[in-house]
Nanobody, 125 residues
Framework: QVQLVESGGGLVQAGGSLRLSCAAS????????MGWFRQAPGKEREFVAA????????AYADSEQGRFTIFRDNAKNTVYLQMNSLKPEDTAVYYC??????????????????WGQGTQVTVSS
């Protein structure tokens, strides 16, 4: 089991940027495909972006394509989500999750076994 900790959320105006980070507790390695999901109040948790364990392959939800970038630094055991041109509809709790070991990025929520506690992102209009 991997314990994940997200950080970097906060309040930002529409059009602004935020960078979320996800690290394993106790600095353990993350040889997994990693994903970011988000959940707004009253809505289902939805896929945002994912990255392969090597970082060489990524996947994005259509609504985030071109605005969000997922990347990782395996030397630091950290995965990032750079979010630009934020919109009020991006307001949600953002979760990172560990997926298939040495796997490819996947949008399927049930392929992620371990989840962080989430970090709140609020975009004001």
């Amino acid at each position: 089991q991997v314990q994940l900790v997200e950080s970097g959320g906060g309040l930002v105006q529409a059009g602004g940027s935020l960078r979320l980070s996800c690290a394993a507790s106790r600095r353990t390695a993350l040889p997994y495909a990693m994903g970011w999901f988000r959940q707004a109040p009253g809505k289902e948790r939805e896929f945002v972006a994912a990255i392969s364990w090597s970082g060489g392959s990524t996947a994005y939800a259509d609504s985030e394509q071109g605005r969000f970038t997922i990347f990782r630094d395996n030397a630091k055991n950290t995965v990032y989500l750079q979010m630009n041109s934020l919109k009020p509809e991006d307001t949600a709790v953002y979760y990172c999750a560990a997926g298939p070991r040495f796997g490819a990025p996947t949008q399927k929520r049930n392929e992620y076994a371990d989840w962080g506690q989430g970090t709140q992102v609020t975009v004001s209009s």
